[in-house]
Structure formats: structure tokens, C-alpha cells
């Protein structure tokens, strides 16, 4: 036995990878890593975040929080700093229980969709029983899916605590997806055969009792709307079977109304000669199911044309608005922001950013380099540049806020280097800079008109504490009286009244539990709400992860990252480590408050690894332009260097960490940056599993890499403009290969291409290199329902090649395990008697 472990042990060695220091054959320690699937988690984890329901009327506002007792619903005043629970729960219970007949306890009270009724005296919930009833308004009341619960109505009186059910209530329809409804709610637009159509609010009822009544007026807008070239309804997700048979089905259209629901407007888009893409359904019921869609690919010159389209509609004319500017340009209308106290509204309509008169939106040249923020006057149709933002890489904003309909303006710029505010007035003439310095200011919160006092969240600006970490402030709009209004050294999250003068603050870091406390404007504490219940989570044993800072290859940059360990960690051992990577631009994978979403680190690590995730220059977009932008132009290794040096340097810090396994994995822009690490430095990174990844990014989308790698806008001596694109791609270092590689990708993903994974596969088996590949049959981009597998199948790559653990079982027990109990919890239901049914 002594001789063959010497020969394994030898054999490992010669793939770089070792056994641990003990003598012993190194596990992967699967049970550990069973006890945190997401199934679990759901008993152990409850809420974590606290989320608000403001009122209308006032400041109050309701929340529902779970912890190992149950549930409970709140109801907090601020302006008597008080927070009462809405119900007696143990009576509640009971008189629930005699009305629906099934058994009911304060711990287990299925409430749902709890709203205040607009006195703002009573809750409105439901609460369905284990009876089976025949669907309302169902037509065929035998088929198969003609059944559901029975739901009781109920309306419980704050002041008097009692009970009501609502016996003959009129549940009001969910608004279908294609219903573009305007603000007075007496129209519907919606698109059909490619052209817009509208009905009126009788016609509507009728529609939503049933989709195919033949008394149904409606009434046709437009004529000329063809395939790719339509008013809305394209059928974007459906397989080309699908596609024909739905086509004169109404669909929904992208509309934005005029607060006084005279106009409305949309983005129409010319497609035509943008190129098909497919992708094969092969697990479609019956022969394998083709669709199609239209992509343009980074460089191509078919372009999707953009056109504004404003509609008269209380005479029922429309024109295409002249808002030319640069070849193959973007449009962008704003929607108006929503306010915080209408998110429980059974409609809310979607109305353009403006007033009745005007309309902002941009307007974005190809190559991103160039974005004028524009304004639309409605009665002339002219459109009038009021900001123009220009840069020699790409130029982002948001959305701006208005001041006093439109007199001025508060615009967000990264145009010094920093993400920052401006005042402009209402003819885009600048006024001043009201936020500056070594900050990134990240959302417009809200704006006072008559204090003139802006409401921010921005992170990087105060001292000692990670960067990332997001905070609310305020300021004047003449850049004076700067305030922080959420102290500690967390990430923060809020939500703001309507009235400005109380949020709501949540807040954690990694390492904490976390909490929220309600604040006045000023940032004076009113009251602590919430911690969250870690009871039963920390009785498994479960250890926070730990933060840590580290230089980038340039040994100047900070870079900020978090470490995972196995729980049963030994400090004396050493343990191999694996990489968690997405290499932004967008974002990077690094959590900077407690998440619930611990499969790819936190479970991963229990397996017997030590997992970290670190920021690259060229990640995060929430530090200066010039970090965010540092990988323009060489977007295939701009943060390989930083991820290996940040794997050295932790190294030389812990003795625990051994360098000689390291390991890679990542999903999307961290599968192509995975298998890039394993080519880039095949003789550091041993391992890698590499999930969807855009391997070849001149064949992903052209939105996506022309913008964070850059085109080139040509221009001849005759004005003709073309655009020139090159990239360097992963499958040309095949040849480089030298560790143990899994390629993954779904097989109808629309998104990022399964021709990525194929070409790389191709090119590495013209390489003569061996690897290991899976195709995940009928999953899009996120793997949907074989998101566990893909987990345990990675588990297990690492597991073998980097612990040298070849055990595993054809079964995978530990998704067997979950779902067996799944099936068993799902027993119990019964059917209504025919007493109970009538």
C-alpha cells in the first residue's frame, strides 16, 4: 500500500500538484459542502435585508421580516419613532384557521401580497387553503391545468384588529405583459402583426376575463410595421415553431407616455439586415426546434437602425422625429423615476422622463466615444443637443435629473476622471460643478427643488475603509454643505421616503451580520429596526469570510478582495487555491456585504480549497475612469497579471496557501477569463473550470465588446464612415495549454454563443491537447435548473486535480439527497369536497 501511495504521490507531483503536508491523501470533504446548498440555506438563512413599503399619506412605512420564529409584518412611524407589528399573530391565526379550515400557527401563516388599502387603515392579504377549485373564467375546466388553490381574500383593520374576509372580492387583474396603458387609464397600446394597435378600457375588461372574445374592439395605429422592422412584438426567446404560431397574438411594445397621456413615444428599430443567429432546442418535445434571432457582431456593418417615433394620439398621427447625429447611432428615452410609495400600486403606467411638452434622451455615437444629452420639444418635434459628453474611450451617464420641469439640470459625468455632478441650466449651459474630488458618486437619489439640496449614494470617499463601500449623502446644489448621512464602516443600501426626510438603511460588510436603522436627512439615527438571525446558520458551524487588500501587478494599484476558507480549517495543512473571477468592466466578483449567494465561494471552499475573489484594474466601474477603463483595447489579458500577483502575494503572506495548486473558475466574462488564465500562465494556474465564456469576443455581442474594448471609426476623404474591429481571442493560445481544463456552456445560449466554447474546444483539439467539455442540454446563459449540477460537476474538477481525489461516485448524492426531501414536503395536498367546491 506504502508503494502506491509513493506512486500517486509521485505522479501528482509531476502535474504541479501535491499531496497535503500530513502524509495523508487529501479528501474533498463533500458533506461539509452538502450542508450549504441553496435548498439549506433557506432553513438557516432568513431575512437579510430589510425592505421597505412606503406609504402614501405619510412617513410610515410596512416590512415583512423572517427569522427562526417565523415571520412578521411592521409598521414603522418615524415621526414617533415607534414600530408596532401590524398583527396580533397568535389570534390572527385562529380566526384565520376557522375561516380557510386548514390548520394554522403564528409560525406558519402563508400571507401573501399584503398592501394597505388607500385609506391607509387596513391591510388587504391572501391566504391560500390546500383545497383544489376550478380556475376562474376557465373555459376548458378539464384540462389539465384547470385547477389551483383556493385563495381567501382578507382585510384586517389596523385600529380595531379585526378580521374581515372578503367574500366577494374581485381580485383586479394582473396587467397582461403586453398592456402599455396610459396615466388616465382609459387607453391600451399593444403591438400585434408587427403594428401597433389600441383598445379602449371596456374592451380591456374584456380582455382580461378572456384573451380570445370575439367582441373585442380593437383598433389599428400603424400599417407599415413588417418583421425586424416592427412597432414591438418581435418575437425575441421563442423557437421559429413558436414564432409562427404566436404571431398574431398581442404582444407587448416598449411605450413611454406624456404625463397627460396625449403622446406617447417609442424606439422603433430597422433590423432587416442585421445577420441571423441560431440556436438548436435539442430537448424541445419532438424533433429538435430551430430559432432564430437577429446579432450584430462586433465590427460587422449591419447595423440596427434607431428611429424616435412620436405619436399624437388624440388624433391618432404619429411622425419619425429627426434626431440624427452619428452613423449607426443608439437612442435612449428615459423613463421618469418612479416614486419610492407607488411600488404596491396595481398600475403604474410608464411615462417619459420630462413633461408634457419635453422629452430628454441621448443619443450615443457607435464607438461610445461621443453622447449627447438631448431634449424633444413635443409641439414642434425638434430636437435641441443640450450636454455633450466626449472622451477617448467610452462615454457612459445616467439618467439626469430635473429641476423645477426642466429649468435646470443635475448631470452625471465621469468627464475629470471621477464620477461627479453638474448643475446645467435648462438650456445645457453649465452653471457649476456641484460634487468633485477622488469619489465615485453612483445614483442621483433624489433632489429637493425648494431646499436645493441634492440626495446621493457614493463610495470612495471616506477614509480607512474599503472603497466599494457605498454611502448616502447630500449637498447643496452650489457643491457647498457636503454631508455623510449613513456613518460606519459598511456597505450601505437605502431607500429614501418620497418626502426626503427619512431612509431607510441597510447595512453590512462580509464579515458581519447584517442590520438596518432608520435615519432622518440630516443622518441623525431616528431608530434600530432589524439584525438579521444567524441562530441557526452559525450552529453549522459556519465561519464569516475574510476581506484582505493586496497590489496589483503594478505594485502601486490597491486591489481589494475577500477570503473563503473551509470551515474546518487547519492552519497547520496547506490548502490549494482557486480564483472566483469576473473581470468586469460591468462589475467585479467580489461580494462587500453579506450575501445569501454562497455556492461559488463560500461552498466551494468547504470542498478543502481556499477560495478568494479580487478586483482588476480594468473591473469595477465604481473607482476612476482611468481603473475602469484600463483593459480598453486589450480586453483578453487585462487582469490576468493582477490575479496572479494577488494568488503570489497571499501566498508569501500565509503559509497555509500552496502556490504550486492553483486553481480558476469563473462563469460568462470569468469563463473566458479562466480559460484565458490557463493560457496566459500555463505553468501558474493548474486548473480551471470556465462556465459560458465568451472565448472568441468578436463573435459576442457588438453592444458589449466594441464598447469595452473599442472600434475604430474610419473616415475617407469622401465622408463615408466604416468601422474596424480586432480582438485577440483565447482559442489562438491553445497551443499553450498545459493544466487541467473544463470548457461548459447551455446549448440554446442566446446570449453568449455555444460557437465560443465550440471554436475553443476546436482549436485546443487541433492542438492535439486533452480537456474535458460539457454542453448543458436546453440551458440558456445561467444554466437554470442544472445550476446545482453544474456546482457539484465543479466541485468535483477541482476536486480531483487539485486534491488529487478520484472517488467520486457516478450519482450525484448530495443533489439526490435535497431532492428526495423535496418530494417528500410536497406530499399533503387534498381536494375539495363537492360541498367545499360549491
Not at 381567501?152 to 396587467?175: A, C, I, M, S, V
Not at 422592422?229 to 397574438?249: A, C, I, L, P, R
Not at 461627479?420 to 460634487?435: A, E, P, R
Not at 469622401?718 to 498545459?738: C, E, R, V
Request: aromatic residues 12%.
Amino acid at each position: 500500500m506504502k508503494t502506491l501511495y509513493f506512486l500517486a504521490a509521485f505522479l501528482l507531483a509531476g502535474l504541479g500538484l501535491q499531496a497535503q503536508s500530513t502524509g495523508q491523501q487529501a479528501k474533498g470533504n463533500y458533506q461539509l459542502a452538502a450542508k450549504f446548498s441553496p435548498k439549506k440555506l433557506e432553513k438557516i438563512i432568513f431575512s437579510t435585508n430589510l425592505d421597505p413599503h412606503w406609504l402614501k399619506k405619510t412617513d410610515q412605512f410596512w416590512y415583512q421580516y423572517e427569522t427562526t420564529g417565523g415571520k412578521n409584518w411592521y409598521v414603522v412611524d418615524p415621526a414617533t419613532k415607534s414600530k408596532r407589528a401590524i398583527f396580533d399573530l397568535d389570534k390572527l391565526a385562529a380566526a384565520i384557521t376557522v375561516i380557510v379550515k386548514d390548520p394554522f400557527d403564528a409560525q406558519h401563516l402563508p400571507i401573501e401580497n399584503l398592501k394597505f388599502t388607500e385609506d391607509e387603515k387596513s391591510v388587504q392579504f391572501e391566504v391560500k387553503s390546500s383545497v383544489d377549485v376550478v380556475k376562474k373564467d376557465r373555459l376548458d375546466k378539464k384540462a389539465a391545468d384547470s385547477l389551483e388553490k383556493k385563495t381567501h381574500y382578507f382585510q384586517y383593520n389596523l385600529g380595531t384588529r379585526q378580521l374581515t374576509e372578503l367574500k366577494d372580492y374581485e381580485k383586479p387583474k394582473r396587467k397582461p405583459m403586453w398592456a402599455s396603458i396610459s396615466p388616465d387609464q382609459k387607453f391600451i397600446i399593444f403591438a400585434k402583426n408587427f403594428n401597433l394597435y389600441w383598445m379602449d378600457k371596456a374592451n380591456y375588461e374584456k380582455a382580461l376575463k378572456n384573451e380570445k372574445d370575439s367582441t373585442i374592439v380593437e383598433h389599428q395605429l400603424t400599417k407599415d410595421g413588417v418583421e425586424f422592422y416592427s412597432y414591438g412584438g418581435d418575437g425575441n426567446g421563442e423557437t421559429n415553431v413558436e414564432q409562427e404560431k404566436n404571431k398574431k397574438n398581442r404582444k407587448p411594445t416598449f411605450v413611454l407616455w406624456s404625463p397627460d397621456s396625449k403622446y406617447f413615444m417609442l424606439t422603433r428599430t430597422d433590423s432587416r439586415k442585421v445577420k441571423d443567429l441560431w440556436v438548436i432546442h435539442n430537448t424541445a418535445t419532438g424533433r429538435p426546434a430551430l430559432e432564430t434571432y437577429k446579432y450584430q457582431m462586433p465590427g460587422e456593418k449591419e447595423a440596427p437602425i434607431r428611429e424616435m417615433v412620436l405619436f399624437n394620439f388624440a388624433e391618432k398621427t404619429h411622425k419619425k422625429i429627426n434626431t440624427a447625429a452619428f452613423k449607426d447611432q443608439e437612442l435612449s428615452v428615459w423613463p421618469a423615476p418612479a416614486k419610492q410609495s407607488s411600488r404596491d400600486d396595481e398600475f403604474r403606467p410608464n411615462v417619459w422622463h420630462g413633461t408634457a411638452n419635453k422629452v430628454y434622451f441621448t443619443r450615443t455615437s457607435r464607438d461610445l466615444k461621443k453622447i449627447d444629452v438631448c431634449v424633444l420639444d413635443i409641439p414642434s418635434g425638434t430636437v435641441k443637443p443640450l450636454i455633450e459628453e466626449r472622451f477617448n474611450t467610452y462615454v457612459e451617464v445616467s439618467r439626469i435629473g430635473l429641476v423645477n420641469g426642466g429649468n435646470e439640470m443635475i448631470h452625471w459625468s465621469e468627464r475629470d476622471g471621477w464620477g461627479h455632478f453638474y448643475l446645467y441650466d435648462g438650456n445645457g449651459k453649465l452653471k457649476n460643478q456641484i460634487t468633485s474630488g477622488p469619489f465615485h458618486t453612483e445614483e442621483l437619489v433624489a433632489i429637493d427643488e425648494k431646499a436645493r439640496v441634492l440626495y446621493f449614494s457614493a463610495n470612495g470617499r471616506e477614509a480607512k475603509e474599503d472603497p466599494y463601500f457605498m454611502h448616502l449623502y447630500r449637498i447643496n446644489f452650489d457643491g457647498s454643505g457636503l454631508k455623510l448621512l449613513n456613518k460606519g464602516d459598511f456597505d450601505h443600501n437605502m431607500s429614501l421616503s418620497d418626502s426626503r426626510r427619512y431612509f431607510v438603511d441597510n447595512f453590512s460588510r462580509v464579515n458581519t451580520v447584517p442590520a438596518a436603522a432608520l435615519y432622518d436627512n440630516n443622518g441623525k439615527k431616528v431608530m434600530d429596526l432589524e439584525k438579521a438571525d444567524f441562530s441557526r446558520l452559525m450552529t453549522t458551524g459556519y465561519k464569516f469570510p475574510e476581506p484582505f487588500k493586496v497590489k496589483a501587478d503594478d505594485g502601486i494599484t490597491d486591489l481589494y478582495g475577500v477570503m473563503y476558507k473551509p470551515y474546518d480549517f487547519d492552519s497547520t495543512k496547506q490548502y490549494p487555491i482557486i480564483q472566483y473571477i469576473y473581470p468586469g468592466p460591468q462589475t467585479e466578483a467580489v461580494n462587500k456585504a453579506f450575501s445569501r449567494g454562497m455556492d461559488r465561494v463560500d461552498r466551494l471552499a468547504q470542498m478543502g480549497f481556499i477560495v478568494i475573489t479580487v478586483g482588476n484594474r480594468g473591473g469595477h466601474p465604481a473607482r476612476s475612469k482611468w481603473y475602469h477603463t484600463y483593459g480598453y483595447g486589450n480586453l483578453r489579458d487585462y487582469g490576468l497579471a493582477d490575479k496572479k500577483a494577488a494568488v503570489e502575494q497571499l501566498a508569501d503572506r500565509y503559509s497555509f496557501i500552496d502556490i504550486n495548486r492553483v486553481g480558476i473558475t469563473g462563469h460568462s466574462g470569468g469563463g473566458f477569463m479562466s480559460t484565458a488564465a490557463m493560457l496566459v500562465y500555463p505553468d501558474f494556474f493548474k486548473v480551471a473550470v470556465s462556465g459560458a465564456g465568451n472565448h472568441e469576443n468578436n463573435i459576442y455581442n457588438r453592444w458589449w465588446s466594441e464598447k469595452h474594448h473599442g472600434v475604430k471609426e474610419v473616415i475617407t476623404a469622401k465622408g463615408d464612415t466604416t468601422f474596424q474591429y480586432s480582438i485577440d481571442k483565447n482559442p489562438d493560445l491553445a497551443k499553450n495549454l498545459k493544466g487541467r481544463l473544463l470548457l461548459t456552456h447551455g446549448d440554446v445560449d442566446n446570449n453568449v454563443h455555444p460557437a465560443n466554447t465550440i471554436r475553443m474546444a476546436n482549436a485546443l483539439m487541433k492542438a492535439n491537447k486533452r480537456f474535458d467539455f460539457v454542453m448543458m442540454p436546453g440551458q440558456r446563459h445561467g444554466y437554470g435548473d442544472m445550476t446545482e449540477y453544474s456546482f457539484w460537476m465543479t466541485a468535483d474538477y477541482f476536486t480531483k486535480y487539485l486534491l488529487g481525489d478520484f472517488s467520486q461516485p457516478v450519482d450525484i448524492t448530495e443533489i439526490n439527497r435535497d431532492q428526495e426531501q423535496n418530494n417528500k414536503s410536497n406530499a399533503g395536498a387534498r381536494r375539495a369536497t363537492p360541498e367545499e367546491e360549491e
